[in-house]
């Protein structure tokens, strides 16, 4: 991975926690950032004890509540493993509140992918502007809400009216009782 240019990497391989608890024993190797098998109350037992990675990412859209991500950070802490606060929420626009849970909860992580532009197969940018980057660190817009300001140009661009058809007549007979 090193040759790659890789200094971390998460979920690198499907592996159980036991795997990457070994695999955390080789040396030299890309920092580990644990999300996927991370998630859920039940793994923070097994992650304190086995420590398997050298951070987790609390993906906000994939913790609950805010207060069960500032219990896992906590929880995480108190066992020695750096937590960061990552992903962009699905869209440009989801970044900008998730830095805000960062900012609260987060470590200081210059990777990860809170400074999304664009994520996961969108076709292009969700948001007026970009997060600030500064020295390679997400900064916390100084304004009123989160910051971010969604492109209604885009919104407009990309949205698609549907409506709920009849079901075609080859289909009609499977539904009746």
């Known amino acids: 991975m090193a040759e790659a240019g890789l200094d971390a990497v998460e979920d690198p ?41 050298d951070a987790v990412n609390l993906h906000p859209n994939m913790q609950g509540t ?46 990860g992918e809170i400074g999304g532009w664009m994520d996961h197969g969108m ?11 500064r020295e390679g660190f997400a900064e916390v817009p100084d304004s009123p809400g989160h910051g971010g300001e969604l492109d209604y140009a885009w919104l407009a661009a990309h949205a698609q009216m549907t409506e709920l058809n009849e079901p075609a007549a080859s289909s009609r007979s499977a539904l009746k009782p």
């Open 123 to 133: 076709p292009s940018r969700t948001c007026v502007a970009p997060l600030p980057i």
């Open 66 to 111: 805010f207060s069960k991500i500032r219990d896992r950070a906590a929880a995480l802490r108190l066992a020695g493993i750096p937590v960061e606060i990552g992903g962009t929420g699905y869209t440009g626009v989801g970044a900008f509140a998730h830095l805000h849970v960062a900012a609260v909860y987060g470590e200081n992580f210059p990777f």
């Open 13 to 53: 391989a499907g592996a159980t926690l036991e795997e990457y608890a070994a695999l955390m024993r080789v040396l030299p190797r890309p920092r580990i950032i644990l999300d996927a098998p991370s998630r859920g109350d039940a793994a923070l037992g097994r992650l304190a004890r086995l420590r398997p990675c």
